[in-house]
């Protein structure tokens, strides 16, 4: 079994920061977590899941990130916590939103589409007030 449980979400005011954690566990995960892409994904009320940021696997060290975030968001991962984290920085009111992670492919590159991640966490909320 896969589980990700994020933590970390918060209110915020605009220009502010949160760093959001993904904590990874599972029978066979956790010895694996390394060889996985991972990614974070937000969903707005009233909008579809959108991805935000993907990290490859431990042997490829790529990122990637949507328009909108980059230079303000930061994936990253620690391999021997078995954690991926997303700082986010210069926050706007427009990021408000529940936050997930997810698994992305096995030895996977950074990839953008939801339907490349099988497990997902249970989400936590940023609300960014201005």
């Known amino acids: 079994q896969v589980q990700l449980v994020e933590s970390g979400g918060g209110l915020v005011q605009a220009g502010g920061s949160l760093r959001l954690s993904c904590a990874a566990s599972g029978r066979t995960f956790s010895s694996t977590f390394s060889w996985y892409a991972m990614g974070w994904f937000r969903q707005a009320p009233g909008k579809e899941r959108e991805f935000v940021a993907g990290i490859s696997w431990s042997g490829g060290d790529s990122t990637y990130y949507a328009n909108f975030v980059k230079g303000r968001f930061t994936i990253s991962r620690d391999n021997v916590k078995n954690t991926v984290y997303l700082q986010m920085n210069s926050l706007k009111p427009e990021d408000t939103a529940v936050y997930f992670c997810?698994?992305?492919?096995?030895?996977?590159?950074?990839?953008?589409?939801?339907?490349?991640?099988?497990?997902w966490g249970q989400g936590t909320q940023v609300t960014v007030s201005s």
């Open positions: 997810a698994r992305g492919p096995y030895r996977g590159s950074a990839s953008t589409g939801l339907n490349e991640y099988d497990y």
